[in-house]
């Protein structure tokens, strides 16, 4: 049987590494595809275990230098693989920042000693002693040989496995050319004197190998720190995961570790307290802060019968409620996978850096070796043996150091990493790095009018009572009737009354009229609620002209009056949501058409429509009525996103190039649309294509940089501008240069992070 699994891989330095990586599990038997991202150092990996397993994938990247890393075996957490890569990365820092405190110091020597000799040949400064000279002739060999053999290890394990096995990576490349230049000087240095009539014994290159091996690793450093940050996401959601719950067993409190928490538990949750694990609240009411899945502020109040999800704070009072979901099957485990699965997947954009990847480190060796021959060849008749020969290995070690597929690699994850796990925290959750790409181009938004752009239940949208009464006294009495009352409308009417605290009568001789409304006594007196047909019964006079007006503008009448006069008429209808008239708005401003699908009448559809600003409305619409149009938009040129609750919607949410699920934030129908909007905001939608043209304009400015950094730098190197310009790159600057040409890419993702959506 085939199953993909997600590793983290140990040991990955640049892109070119995951595409060795890559390369070397397609070539396993039983392998069927293989995934690796640099940016978030994983591999998605689909095999057939019969045939393989993961300790034996491990043993086929580990001679190159790799490994995968399974989850601790006494750690059954849902996510424990997550901690434990922490833990290894946060190591590795560790490492990284002891030799940069190491060598950094050796590093501003060597460039201080490199500077006072370029300047001292300007006559800027007196030339160095003989004293000092001879005594730094002797001490940059022993910064040069700590710097290369300690700090520059993996460097030259890079450059063994490649002498050895044949593949490259960026550590082959700082490898050979801090190699070349250090070997070259041990050369000078120990022949010295029989060399001397061939070339030239004063230039040596000890203190390019320092300074390089130092910037590359404080870049390397740097990097590490940067992605850290990257993927603070998921790590700030398993940390909202309630450590224990105060369950009732046996008729007794106790405190158990949440993994420990079954089906049917009872739990209580005291103030300040994260609720363990979803369920039903059975007992007691409170504010629950739920910021954590839907983004908003503000707690929102449960009592009896409403659901909590794991993970939100109890703000206020205390309440028991029943697991319903445990473990891996909580919503914050959904998101928590969701959100961990979208930052390693690929987006097409990603392809080509990929394809460039691959092929880098082979073709910078190449052109190194290329630039060698040349100045060798051509620089001799020009400049003689020794000077073409300093100037070759200056352009060889150059190119070799300031090329760098780490750029490249990271341009696109880094941003996906963080564009998810933005959206994440703010109720937006992103099934892949492809759905974000789509949503970028979408030009087209189809929406559903009942809970998109309106609330989806009756609410009171106007009282208005007769000069003779009050808006207080008429729902009161309203109110009093209605609460006996099971009609959906009814259920609108008490909760008004009960959200302003309005006083209810006693009810006597209450009778529900079929078709027409509802009549009773209240302190002797008979009261009608209902529609037109019951007023025209009792030949009440009404504004007609009023009522048809609100009625086509989606709104439904309830008349009160007594046996022979009219006390006051209460609109209701489903109100629109407050946020849905600025979310249309802000469609438009980034050029999107907006269209609104509803089984709903026209004259309610359309008016709704106009109060919004929708452009286009099609209402008395079935579920495949909806796919039709999504198909008609698609065929005049429009890129679709269909917002829906995935259930109803769900063969127009397929047919649309982006489905976008309207959750209340409880039963999350992650694995049915490409995006899933937490609570139903339609505000949600505009900061989800925000969100995606943010990341997206973020990618193609890292690519950019990346494809000039290298197609400006490797030239340069090469000492392709020295005949027109006499430019030629000290290989210290460009270790330099390649050291924070990634950290600049990474930077340049993070900065999504401060963008209000």
């Known amino acids: 049987m085939t199953v993909p699994k997600t590793f983290h891989v140990k040991g990955m330095h640049c892109a070119s590494c995951a595409a ?49 890393v399974a989850p601790q075996a006494e750690d059954h957490s849902q996510h424990a693989g997550l901690k434990q890569s922490k833990e290894d990365k946060l190591g590795e820092l560790n490492a990284l920042k002891n030799n940069v405190l190491s060598v950094i110091p050796l590093a501003l020597l060597s460039i201080v000693v490199m500077s006072w000799e370029i300047m001292a040949r300007f006559s800027l400064l007196p030339p160095m002693s003989s004293l000092w000279e001879e005594f730094i002739h002797h001490l940059l060999p022993i910064f040069a040989t700590y710097a290369l053999f300690v700090v520059g290890k993996p460097y030259l394990l890079g450059l063994f496995r490649f002498l050895r096995y044949g593949k490259a990576n960026m550590d082959t490349l700082i490898g050979l050319g801090t190699s070349v230049a250090f070997i070259y000087s041990f050369i000078v240095m120990a022949f010295e004197e029989s060399l001397r009539s061939y070339i030239n014994v004063e230039q040596s290159y000890y203190d390019i190998t320092v300074v390089v091996v130092a910037f590359i690793t404080l870049g390397k450093y740097l990097e590490a720190r940067s992605k850290l940050k990257t993927g603070d996401a998921i790590e700030k959601l398993l940390n909202l995961q309630a450590k224990t719950a105060l369950v009732i067993r046996n008729e007794k409190e106790l405190e158990i570790s949440v993994n420990d928490v079954v089906h049917g538990d009872t739990i209580i949750v005291k103030p300040a307290s994260r609720v363990p694990v979803d369920g039903l609240v059975i007992d007691g009411s409170s504010f629950v802060d739920e910021s954590m899945v839907t983004g908003e502020p503000m707690p929102v109040k449960k009592n009896a019968g409403d659901s909590v999800v794991s993970g939100t704070i109890n703000t206020s009072g205390t309440f028991t409620f029943q697991a319903t979901k445990v473990g891996s099957e909580t919503l914050l485990s959904h998101i928590i996978k969701m959100v961990e699965e979208a930052q390693g997947s690929k987006a097409p954009i990603q392809a080509l850096a990929d394809k460039i990847s691959a092929v880098f480190v082979p073709i910078v060796l190449a052109l190194s070796f290329v630039a060698l021959g040349t100045w060798l060849l ?56 492809a759905t974000l790409e789509k949503l970028y181009k979408v030009t087209a938004v189809v929406v559903d009018k009942t809970g998109t752009i309106t609330r989806g239940k009756p609410e009171i949208v106007a009282v208005e009572p007769e000069a003779w009464t009050s808006k207080e006294e008429v729902m009161s009495l309203l109110a009093s009737l209605e609460v006996r009352s099971e009609h959906p409308l009814a259920h609108a009417v008490t909760a008004y009354a009960k959200e302003r605290s309005l006083s209810t009568k006693t009810v006597k001789d209450f009778e529900s009229l079929k078709g027409k409304g509802v009549t009773g006594k209240i302190d002797g007196l008979e009261y009608f609620a209902g529609n037109t047909t019951l007023m025209e019964e009792l030949h009440i006079s009404i504004n007609n002209k009023g009522i048809v007006e609100a009625a086509q503008k989606g709104a439904t009448p309830v008349i009160l009056s007594t046996k022979n006069k009219l006390l006051g008429i209460v609109m209701i209808a489903d109100a629109l949501k407050p946020e849905a008239v600025e979310a249309v708005s802000r469609l438009h401003k980034l050029g999107i058409k907006v269209v609104m699908l509803t089984g709903d009448n026209k004259h309610t559809a359309q008016s709704i429509a106009d109060q919004v600003g929708i452009d286009d409305v099609v209402a008395e619409v079935l579920p495949h009525h909806k796919l039709e149009k999504i198909k008609s938009l698609q065929a005049d040129g429009y890129v679709v996103a269909m917002a829906g609750d995935g259930v109803n919607d769900a063969p127009a949410l397929a047919q649309a190039d982006v489905g976008i699920a309207m959750s209340t934030g409880t039963d999350v129908a992650i694995e049915s649309a490409g995006i899933t909007l937490l609570n139903g905001d339609v505000s949600k939608l505009v900061k989800a294509i925000k969100l995606s043209k943010l990341t997206m304009r973020g990618i193609k400015q890292n690519l950019f940089w990346a494809f000039i950094y290298n197609v400006v730098g490797i030239p340069l190197a090469a000492g392709v501008f020295y005949p027109i310009f006499g430019w030629l790159l000290n290989p210290a600057f460009a270790g330099l240069a390649m050291a924070f040409s990634s950290v600049s890419v990474i930077s340049n993702s993070l900065r999504l992070k401060t963008i209000k959506l």
């Open 378 to 433: 051509v620089g001799t008749r020009y400049f003689g043996f020794s000077q073409a020969l300093s100037f070759g290995l200056i352009c060889f070690v150059g190119i070799l150091v300031i090329a760098c597929p780490c750029a490249l690699g990271l341009a696109t994850p880094t941003a996906i990493i963080v564009g998810v796990g933005k959206g994440a925290r703010a109720g937006i959750l992103i099934k892949d790095a």
């Open 20 to 68: 060795t990586i890559e390369k070397t599990f397609k070539k396993v038997a039983g392998v069927t595809s293989a995934e690796v991202n640099y940016g978030t150092s994983t591999a998605k990996i689909a095999f057939d275990e019969t045939k393989t397993n993961p300790r034996h994938l491990s043993k086929t990247i580990e001679h190159l230098g790799y490994s995968l």
